[in-house]
């Protein structure tokens, strides 16, 4: 799946999973108002990995910023994989689908969060809940969101940024966020690993047969075409799996079927 609103739907469902089982030494999710944060920063972050395409939601998210910032992005990719390639990987020409859809990549944006949070404190929180509470309104809602202007998509964010920084408690943060972040960038992957084009996950340090960016797939009987049918369905299914998961989490029946899955897998 590539498609923006996939990304988003499916980092919203695996959010809301994931936010029952968090470690309590990390602050934890107890509200179900907390856990609804933390899936839509899974939601904003399973757009990230895009941002190495000018073409993607995330680049357009924020107008001529992110559009600059993916524009770099590209680039940077793209001189990376030509520096680190191994001698049978063929010469970059598009950083697309290249450093951001690494699993290093999506471990390094979650730490990289906590870090700037513990380093500055509570501008850091309002800053990241703007942008990635922004992308999920971007993924979540992309027919209001497309006829919106940028401006007035960026004010939602901002107005949600705050709203929720009022609400939720310091404890919450840090450890926390920057985790929503990393759960939302590896569900992005798992979605782009689903296709026939497969990614990087791995590169450029497991190297394979000479290759240092090699892409990992699934069997050819089991990928699916980007902006196919395919697509299309797992949006659905995601939607139904996100609606099924807010009532259970609002009821408070979520985590007690999120400790039993856990235990039946030991
Ligand atoms: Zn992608």
């Known amino acids: ?15 809301l999973a994931v936010a029952q089982i968090l470690p309590a030494e990390w602050g934890g999710v107890t509200t179900s108002t907390e856990a609804f944060v933390y899936a839509g ?29 993916s524009r770099f992005t590209e680039n940077t990719c793209q001189a990376f994989v030509n520096m680190t390639r191994g001698r049978k990987d063929k010469r970059c020409n598009n950083g697309h689908r290249t450093l951001t859809h690494t699993v290093w990549s999506a471990l390094a944006s979650g730490a990289g969060a ?21 992308l999920a309104i971007r993924g979540l809602l992309p027919e209001w969101s497309k006829n919106a202007d940028w401006l007035l ?5 901002a107005a949600l940024a705050l709203g929720v920084w009022n609400y939720a ?26 296709t ?22 699934l069997p050819k009987a089991l990928s699916i075409r980007a902006d196919g049918p395919a697509d299309k369905f797992l949006l659905f299914v995601f ?13 408070g029946n979520m985590s007690a079927i999120m400790m039993d899955l856990l235990s039946l897998g030991r």
């Open 1 to 15: 799946m590539v498609m923006g609103p996939t990304h988003a739907m499916s980092g919203a469902a695996v959010g």
């Open 41 to 69: 920063l899974a939601a904003g972050a399973a757009l990230l990995p895009d941002l190495d395409s000018p073409s993607a939601t995330v680049s357009r998210s924020f107008g001529p910023f992110t559009q600059a910032i």
């Open 114 to 134: 906590t870090a700037l949070i513990s380093y500055f404190g509570k501008p850091a929180v309002i800053a990241l809940l703007f942008f990635f509470l922004g």
């Open 153 to 157: 998509v960026t004010g939602a964010s």
């Open 169 to 194: 408690p310091e404890s919450s943060f840090g450890i926390i966020l920057g985790s929503a972040i990393t759960v939302g960038s590896l569900t992005h992957l798992a979605g782009d690993m689903a």
């Open 196 to 217: 026939k084009a497969g990614i990087p996950a791995f590169a450029p340090l497991v190297p394979l047969k000479g290759k240092r960016w090699w892409n990992l797939k």
């Open 239 to 251: 939607s139904v799996a996100v609606i099924i998961q807010i009532g259970l989490v609002a009821s």
